[in-house]
DNA sequence: GCGACAG
DNA sequence: ATCTTGTCGC
């Protein structure tokens, strides 16, 4: 599929703020609810600035992979807290134009709505790619929540200035949730709905983990 | 000033 | 993110 990536890149922190404040009106908050193909998308890091990212395109009914890609790279930028998505969006997006399916929907690593601008890396590649986009994190980054019950299944809102931007999902029992959010042209019940089913016996969904794994070990 | 801070 | 084994439980 075809992405087109900003031109020039940012170069300061004041730079990839105002980027990021420019694409953030073009956010939708509803979209589709069922989807056929999903794509999983993750980097890895081998030494300081280097880095693999993987992209796994799965069927959404069986967890079958359908076609996959990945792209060698340097972090784009430097590392920090709400501009992490600078790092790492060339090498998804070198991932994504080697596929010849077009995902219907992308399972991003990290936060989209749930973000100190409204705006991570869910909300980014969505936005780039015109596509649905959800961002599964592992860590409560921002805004506060309570701990969900310990079953699966069970969640609590994220409220970050009073608003709902995204939920604490337990998606195995007794084990830490994980915190989703909105990326673009989804609604947040069907992004949690989508974590839960593409995740029947981990914590995090067969897509990321199955991206995280080609990146890590190239298969 | 110090700690916190998606990956 | 990364440095890292075995172990327990489903």
């Known amino acids: 599929m075809r992405v087109n990536l900003?031109?020039?890149?940012?170069?300061?922190?004041?730079?990839?703020?105002?980027?990021?404040?420019?694409?953030?009106?073009?956010?939708?908050?509803?979209?589709?609810?069922?989807?056929?193909?999903?794509?999983?998308?993750?980097?890895?890091?081998?030494?300081?600035e280097e880095l693999?990212?993987?992209?796994?395109?799965?069927?959404?009914?069986?967890?079958?992979?359908?076609?996959?890609?990945?792209?060698?790279?340097?972090?784009?930028?430097p590392y920090v807290p709400g501009l992490f998505a600078f790092r790492e969006l060339p090498a998804l997006v070198q991932c994504l134009?080697?596929?010849?399916?077009?995902?219907?929907l992308l399972v991003c690593d990290g936060y989209g709505l749930a973000h100190p601008r409204g705006f991570g890396?869910?909300?980014?590649?969505?936005?780039l790619t015109g596509l649905p986009a959800l961002g599964v994190g592992k860590t409560p980054f921002v805004g506060s929540c309570e701990?969900?019950?310990?079953?699966?299944?069970?969640?609590?809102?994220?409220?970050?200035?009073g608003a709902e931007v995204g939920r604490a999902l337990r998606?195995?029992?007794?084990?830490?949730?994980v915190y989703v959010s909105q990326g673009h042209r989804i609604g947040l019940g069907t992004?949690?709905?989508?974590?839960?089913?593409?995740?029947?016996?981990?914590?995090l969904p067969e897509p990321v983990r199955r991206a995280d794994r080609l990146a890590r070990h190239g298969r």
């Open 6 to 48: 900003l031109h020039p890149w940012p170069t300061s922190v004041a730079e990839a703020e105002a980027v990021q404040e420019r694409l953030r009106p073009s956010v939708e908050l509803t979209g589709p609810t069922a989807f056929a193909t999903v794509a999983g998308l993750d980097v890895h890091y081998h030494g300081d």
């Open 52 to 77: 693999t990212a993987a992209v796994v395109v799965l069927s959404a009914a069986t967890l079958e992979v359908v076609e996959q890609a990945v792209a060698h790279g340097r972090a784009a930028f």
């Open 191 to 203: 992004a949690c709905g989508q974590v839960l089913r593409l995740s029947p016996h981990a914590r």
């Open 147 to 161: 701990p969900p019950a310990p079953e699966r299944g069970a969640w609590t809102p994220i409220v970050l200035e």
């Open 121 to 127: 890396l869910a909300c980014h590649l969505g936005v």
């Open 97 to 104: 134009e080697r596929l010849t399916v077009t995902p219907d």
């Open 171 to 177: 998606t195995r029992d007794g084990v830490k949730p």
